[in-house]
C-alpha cells in the first residue's frame, strides 16, 4: 500500500518569513495531493491540492509542488502570519481505489 | 448550511462498554470515511463507503464495525475488542470516490476510562 512520510514534524518560523514543508510518497500510482490545515480540536480543512499532471499550483500565500519522478511534493507558505500557526498533513491518494494515506503531520509555529 | 456533523464532540465510556459515534452528512456526497487520530500522529483509516449498503476496511479496522443504510450517515461502533480506543475520530466523506477530495467533520474526542 501506500506509505507517505512528511518532514518536518516542527517547524518554527519569523512572522514574514517563508515555511516548507515537503512529503514522499511511495505508490507510483497515486495521483491525487492534497494539503490539510489542522486547529486544536478541530477537523482538518483542504488548502490546496494538487493532480499528478501538473506540477505546481499557487494560491495566493500557498503553493504546492510535485515531483513525481522523485515521487515527492512540497507546501510552501510566504509571508507567513501567526493565524499559519497550525498542524498540516500532506497526503497522498490515488483517486478511483480508495481513501488517502496521510503523512504524520507538521506543527508550525508562527512566531509575531 | 451544508457540511458534516459529528456527535458528541467529547464523549467518555467505560472500558468494555461498545459506544457509537454519529456521522451526517447532508452535501449529497456519496463516499464517506472514517479515521482515527492519537495524539503526534496522522489520520489513519478506519473504514470507508464509496456508496450506500457497501463499506470497505481500512488500515486498522479491528475492533470497529460500521453501517451505511443511509447515504447520508454512516455511524462507527467502537466496540471492547478495541484495545486502545481513546483517540480523536475524524468523519470525512467526498462526492464520489474518484474524486479525491474529502470534506472533514469536526471530530469526536473519545476517552475510555
Known amino acids: 500500500g501506500e506509505n507517505v512520510e512528511q518532514h518536518p514534524s516542527t517547524l518554527s518560523v519569523q512572522e514574514g518569513d517563508s515555511a516548507v514543508i515537503k512529503c514522499t510518497y511511495s505508490d507510483s500510482a497515486s495521483n491525487y495531493f492534497p494539503w490539510y490545515k489542522q486547529e486544536l480540536g478541530k477537523g482538518p480543512q483542504l488548502i490546496i491540492d494538487i493532480r499528478s499532471n501538473v506540477g505546481e499550483k499557487k494560491d495566493q500565500r500557498i503553493a504546492v509542488t510535485l515531483n513525481k519522478t522523485a515521487k515527492h511534493f512540497s507546501l510552501h507558505i510566504t509571508e507567513t502570519q501567526p493565524e499559519d500557526s497550525a498542524v498540516y498533513f500532506c497526503?497522498?491518494?490515488?483517486?478511483?481505489?480508495?481513501?488517502?494515506?496521510f503523512g504524520s503531520g507538521t506543527r508550525l509555529q508562527v512566531q509575531p | 448550511d451544508g457540511g458534516i456533523t459529528q456527535s458528541p464532540k467529547y464523549l467518555f465510556r467505560k472500558e468494555g462498554q461498545n459506544v457509537t459515534l454519529s456521522c451526517e452528512q447532508n452535501?449529497?456526497?456519496?463516499?464517506m470515511y472514517w479515521y482515527r487520530q492519537d495524539p503526534g500522529q496522522g489520520l489513519r483509516l478506519i473504514y470507508y463507503s464509496q456508496i450506500v449498503n457497501d463499506f470497505q476496511k481500512g488500515d486498522i479496522a479491528e475492533g470497529y464495525s460500521v453501517s451505511r443504510e443511509k447515504k447520508e450517515s454512516f455511524p462507527l461502533t467502537v466496540t471492547s475488542a478495541q484495545k486502545n480506543p481513546t483517540a480523536f475520530y475524524l468523519c470525512a466523506s467526498s462526492i464520489d470516490p474518484r474524486d479525491g477530495e474529502q470534506f472533514f467533520g469536526p471530530g469526536t474526542r473519545l476517552t475510555v476510562l
Open positions: 452535501l449529497n456526497h456519496d463516499a
Open positions: 497526503a497522498a491518494g490515488d483517486t478511483g481505489r480508495r481513501a488517502l494515506t
